[in-house]
């Protein structure tokens, strides 16, 4: 089943299952408006003159009624007296307002739109971006699957009320303070009877503002982990058809889809209910003021064109009152999903760039671990890797050999430095890991992965992430060099064919060339592989295994493997065993001794027999 997210400290990502406190709901919200102030700001021009805009739109729809309580109670009185002035005067001005509403609406909805699109396309790229330069541990613990959703479904809950409610709640909001003043002005006792109606309508919103933001926090949550496990079926689709888990799946998604289905129901009932009420007061109200008004028309206390007036003045009242309600829904649901993107923004890297980097150029590849431990927790009583130290001289080629679990690739995320160690130093030529820029560090070392991963594009392209200013002909060299020019040149288009997605079209032994091209063309210092040949084949590993060489040649390497046949190549090889290193020495001198390697090689000979 798909995890949960988690938010602790009101940081990172959230956990949508869990309640959240009252301390909590004023942490989240106010990162919400941090983040959406952010996203205004270098668009507050536009912003102002969409504000500016809207005034006017607002101004324009509650004059209408003036001029119509002005035709009532003067123009029809002085045309019965020959005098029509007053009258064309009237309804020209309600002709006026209403083609100015018309234009402002038109360019308040051509503003806004821009203004929403543009907000819209940099928190994408900012997402994407920030995500992209979080460390390995953050996607670890964070699928892929929710980054999506957080990429999609929050920003369609965003999209709909920049593009669409906000227009609507901020009309709506000067409609109401700017009728309320008219009403005042008009007739302050009907003008108390309206606002009397007020009292009911603030407890229901505040309750009503709380079971929503609940329910679309829920909302959040649950088509986050329907987009996980759809994701993760889709991209695991052969094991899926394979084991034939397909009713398993349905059943799994079955279950999120539910979860989705009821938070969004229970969301969708308070809205009902908010929006209800909010009619029924409103329709009350205006029967009220029905009475009261007609007895003080009656009894010669207002006009008649005043009572007309107040009349249409409700419906353009209660109506915005109405959209708030509908407004109020979309705000919550876009809260929510600001909350959940403000969440990934404020993520920090676990490995950070070092604020005065020590410049290291080419280095030479010297490794040296000093005293170093790692635990996911940073608790010392809890380490994947205990306290050790080892030296790596430049250019030397070593293998780490020992069973699952043994340490072997943490070890290697910590010579990448995918993450820093617990305690203790990593260097690259006596300089620190954690003192050498990002730059410095991806040019002097490269790790290849078990499953070399290739992306949508031409063959040329996959190996260029290498050097991405390579020529045509280093790209052509890079791939001779490790023995795949001649399998590139047998694909339809050569070095531009579509490799497909993940490098679907090419085998696992093609696909692991192209990586190796990649580190060719880069040319570091160190390279870390992390069984990079346990998935092929024998012939594509020993096809892979030339490659290696020719990539190997003058570079310091640390080659993870459960082949032994790898390890043929090494210059000296490491055993390991519950994260210490319990054997050292070359590959001749271990196979000629009684140890763990020794057993170990003789019984991969008997296997190949």
Same mark, same amino acid.
């Given at each position: 089943?798909?995890?949960?997210?988690?938010?602790?400290?009101?940081?990172?990502?959230?956990?949508?299952?869990?309640?959240?406190?009252?301390?909590?709901?004023?942490?989240?919200?106010?990162?919400?408006?941090?983040?959406?102030?952010?996203?205004?700001?270098?668009?507050?021009?536009?912003?102002? +003159?969409?504000?500016? &805009?809207?005034? $006017?739109?607002?101004? =324009?729809?509650?004059?209408?009624? *003036?001029? #119509?309580?002005? !035709? /009532?109670?003067?123009?029809?009185?002085?045309?019965?007296?020959?005098?029509?002035?007053?009258?064309?005067?009237?309804?020209?001005?309600?002709?006026?307002?209403?083609?100015?509403?018309?234009?402002?609406?038109?360019?308040?909805?051509?503003?806004?739109?821009?203004?929403?699109?543009?907000?819209?396309?940099?928190?994408?790229?900012?997402?994407?971006?920030?995500?992209?330069?979080?460390?390995?541990?953050?996607?670890?613990?964070?699928?892929?699957?929710?980054?999506?959703?957080?990429?999609?479904?929050?920003?369609?809950?965003?999209?709909?009320?920049?593009?669409?409610?906000?227009?609507? +709640?901020?009309?709506? &909001?000067?409609? $109401?303070?700017?009728? =309320?003043?008219?009403?005042?002005? *008009?007739? #302050?006792?009907? !003008? /108390?009877?309206?606002?009397?109606?007020?009292?009911?309508?603030?407890?229901?919103?505040?309750?009503?503002?709380?079971?929503?933001?609940?329910?679309?926090?829920?909302?959040?949550?649950?088509?986050?982990?329907?987009?996980?496990?759809?994701?993760?079926?889709?991209?695991?689709?052969?094991?899926?058809?394979?084991?034939?888990?397909?009713?398993?799946?349905?059943?799994?998604?079955?279950?999120?889809?539910?979860?989705?289905?009821?938070?969004?129901?229970?969301?969708?009932?308070?809205?009902?209910?908010?929006?209800?009420?909010?009619?029924?007061?409103?329709?009350?109200?205006?029967?009220?003021?029905?009475?009261?008004?007609?007895?003080?028309?009656?009894?010669?206390?207002?006009?008649?064109?005043?009572?007309?007036?107040?009349? /249409?003045?409700?419906?353009?009242?209660?109506?915005?009152?109405?959209?708030?309600?509908?407004?109020?829904?979309?705000?919550?649901?876009?809260?929510?999903?600001?909350?959940?993107?403000?969440?990934?923004?404020?993520?920090?890297?676990?490995?950070?760039?070092?604020?005065?980097?020590?410049?290291?150029?080419?280095?030479?590849?010297?490794?040296?671990?000093?005293?170093?431990?790692?635990?996911?927790?940073?608790?010392?009583?809890?380490?994947?890797?205990?306290?050790?130290?080892?030296?790596?001289?430049?250019?030397?080629?070593?293998?780490?050999?020992?069973?699952?679990?043994?340490?072997?690739?943490?070890?290697?995320?910590?010579?990448?430095?995918?993450?820093?160690?617990?305690?203790?130093?990593?260097?690259?030529?006596?300089?620190?890991?954690?003192?050498?820029?990002?730059?410095?560090?991806?040019?002097?070392?490269?790790?290849?992965?078990?499953?070399?991963?290739?992306?949508?594009?031409?063959?040329?392209?996959?190996?260029?992430?290498?050097?991405?200013?390579?020529?045509?002909?280093?790209?052509?060299?890079?791939?001779?060099?490790?023995?795949?020019?001649?399998?590139?040149?047998?694909?339809?288009?050569?070095?531009?064919?579509?490799?497909?997605?993940?490098?679907?079209?090419?085998?696992?032994?093609?696909?692991?060339?192209?990586?190796?091209?990649?580190?060719?063309?880069?040319?570091?210092?160190?390279?870390?592989?992390?069984?990079?040949?346990?998935?092929?084949?024998?012939?594509?590993?020993?096809?892979?295994?030339?490659?290696?060489?020719?990539?190997?040649?003058?570079?310091?390497?640390?080659?993870?493997?459960?082949?032994?046949?790898?390890?043929?190549?090494?210059?000296?090889?490491?055993?390991?065993?519950?994260?210490?290193?319990?054997?050292?020495?070359?590959?001749?001198?271990?196979?000629?001794?009684?140890?763990?390697?020794?057993?170990?090689?003789?019984?991969?000979?008997?296997?190949?027999?």
């Amino acid at each position: 089943m798909a995890e949960n997210d988690s938010d602790d400290s009101w940081r990172g990502v959230a956990n949508e299952d869990k309640e959240v406190t009252a301390a909590g709901n004023l942490v989240l919200a106010s990162r919400s408006r941090r983040l959406l102030a952010s996203l205004v700001r270098p668009y507050r021009r536009l912003a102002a +003159a969409a504000g500016g &805009i809207i005034v $006017v739109d607002n101004l =324009a729809m509650v004059a209408g009624p *003036l001029f #119509v309580a002005y !035709a /009532l109670d003067v123009g029809v009185r002085s045309a019965a007296d020959g005098r029509w002035t007053p009258l064309y005067v009237a309804v020209g001005g309600f002709i006026a307002m209403a083609l100015l509403g018309a234009a402002t609406t038109y360019a308040f909805l051509m503003i806004s739109g821009k203004l929403s699109q543009s907000i819209l396309f940099d928190l994408r790229l900012r997402v994407f971006g920030h995500t992209q330069r979080l460390s390995v541990g953050f996607h670890e613990r964070y699928t892929s699957g929710r980054i999506i959703s957080r990429l999609t479904s929050d920003l369609e809950s965003l999209e709909g009320l920049l593009e669409s409610a906000l227009n609507d +709640a901020i009309s709506a &909001i000067l409609s $109401v303070v700017t009728i =309320a003043v008219i009403l005042v002005y *008009l007739d #302050v006792p009907l !003008a /108390l009877v309206v606002l009397a109606g007020f009292i009911p309508l603030a407890f229901i919103t505040r309750a009503a503002g709380r079971r929503q933001r609940a329910g679309y926090r829920r909302t959040r949550g649950a088509i986050a982990n329907v987009v996980v496990h759809f994701v993760e079926s889709m991209g695991g689709i052969r094991a899926v058809q394979a084991f034939r888990r397909e009713a398993r799946n349905d059943s799994i998604l079955a279950g999120e889809d539910a979860r989705y289905r009821a938070a969004n129901t229970d969301a969708l009932h308070g809205m009902a209910t908010y929006t209800g009420l909010t009619r029924l007061i409103g329709n009350v109200t205006t029967a009220v003021i029905l009475v009261v008004g007609g007895w003080r028309v009656m009894h010669g206390q207002t006009e008649i064109g005043v009572l007309a007036a107040y009349l /249409l003045y409700l419906r353009r009242f209660y109506g915005p009152l109405d959209e708030l309600a509908q407004v109020f829904n979309s705000y919550q649901s876009a809260a929510a999903a600001l909350e959940k993107l403000s969440g990934v923004l404020e993520e920090e890297p676990s490995v950070v760039e070092p604020e005065h980097p020590v410049p290291i150029g080419r280095a030479e590849g010297a490794i040296r671990v000093d005293n170093a431990w790692f635990s996911y927790s940073n608790e010392p009583d809890q380490p994947v890797l205990p306290r050790f130290s080892l030296d790596v001289p430049a250019g030397q080629v070593v293998a780490l050999v020992g069973a699952t679990g043994a340490g072997k690739s943490t070890l290697a995320k910590l010579l990448a430095r995918f993450y820093d160690p617990s305690g203790g130093t990593v260097t690259l030529d006596g300089i620190d890991l954690r003192d050498i820029s990002d730059t410095d560090l991806r040019r002097n070392i490269v790790m290849v992965t078990q499953e070399a991963y290739l992306f949508s594009g031409s063959v040329a392209d996959n190996i260029r992430l290498g050097k991405p200013d390579a020529t045509d002909e280093e790209i052509v060299a890079a791939a001779r060099a490790v023995g795949l020019a001649e399998i590139v040149a047998k694909l339809p288009d050569g070095f531009d064919t579509d490799v497909r997605r993940r490098g679907g079209r090419l085998s696992a032994g093609q696909r692991q060339l192209v990586a190796f091209a990649r580190v060719f063309l880069a040319s570091p210092s160190v390279i870390v592989l992390d069984e990079a040949t346990s998935s092929l084949d024998i012939p594509g590993e020993r096809l892979v295994q030339r490659a290696l060489e020719t990539v190997l040649n003058g570079r310091t390497a640390l080659i993870i493997a459960h082949r032994l046949s790898t390890v043929a190549i090494a210059d000296r090889v490491l055993v390991m065993d519950g994260g210490r290193i319990v054997e050292d020495g070359s590959p001749a001198e271990l196979i000629g001794g009684t140890g763990r390697f020794a057993r170990l090689h003789a019984a991969w000979r008997e296997s190949l027999v």
